[in-house]
């Protein structure tokens, strides 16, 4: 099974700061990873697939990068909504696993 | 735009048989997809359960094989979830989605909360 190690737990931050969560596969995905974001009470939404390609009506202030094991998911200006849990996801093999997320709240 | 809606028992008592529903609208679960069973749980966090195409072809995670049904009915465009000899390690919120191997999950369920108690 691949694990997928998210780091940090928790990043505090204000509005309009630059967030950077990361995601470390234990072996290599290929560009076989996406993001979602989750927001209390809701199911996750896609956000990034393939690595760093942008889901449909998702902000330009999101962006995708890395290959094979180290991955990372920039949010470039944070805006109130931005402020949720981050996972990541790979589809390089089964079973498809997830990362333990990313908690980005304000500072 | 396709919807999708979990149904079934938000309680089920240990050892007993979780039955979960996914009915699929504004599209047909025959189309070229896969489709998903996701649960989470504050101790597991997000768990992929296993996927079926509507051949009926199935895949599924190993930790649960052995207690896992996933199915298809494309007459009543939904798939469906059985996990036997339930313990509470298995309360959790139940998500079907779109997707698997092939796709991402592009498409989520609201999420139905299964607790397991007696």
């Known amino acids: 099974e691949i694990v997928l190690t998210q780091s940090p737990a928790t990043l505090s931050l204000s509005p309009g700061e630059r967030a950077t969560l990361s995601c470390r596969a234990s072996q290599s995905v290929r560009n076989f990873l996406a993001w979602y974001q989750q927001r209390p009470g809701q199911a996750p939404r896609l956000l990034i697939f393939?690595?760093?390609n942008r889901a449909t009506g998702i902000p330009a202030r999101y962006s995708g990068s890395g290959s094979g094991t180290d991955f990372t998911l920039t949010i470039t200006s944070l805006e109130p909504e931005d402020f949720a849990v981050y996972y990541c996801?790979?589809?390089?093999?089964?079973?498809?696993?997830f990362g333990g997320g990313t908690k980005v709240e304000i500072k | 735009q396709v919807h999708l809606q979990e149904s079934g028992p938000g309680l089920v008592k240990p050892s007993e048989t979780l039955s979960l529903k996914c009915s699929v609208s504004?599209?047909?679960?025959?189309?070229?997809?896969?489709w998903s069973w996701v649960r989470q749980s504050p101790s597991k966090g997000l768990e992929w359960i296993g996927e079926i195409y509507h051949s009926g072809t199935t895949k599924d995670n190993p930790s649960l094989r052995s207690r896992l049904t996933i199915s298809v009915d494309k007459s009543e465009n939904h798939f469906s979830l059985k996990l036997t000899s339930v313990t509470a390690a298995d309360t959790a919120v139940y998500y079907c989605?779109?997707?698997?191997?092939?796709?991402?999950?592009?498409?989520w369920g609201r999420g139905t909360l299964v607790t397991v108690s007696s």
């Open positions: 504004g599209g047909s679960v025959s189309s070229s997809n896969w």
């Open positions: 996801q790979q589809r390089s093999a089964w079973p498809l696993t």
């Open positions: 393939d690595t760093s």
């Open positions: 989605a779109r997707g698997g191997i092939l796709t991402w999950f592009d498409i």
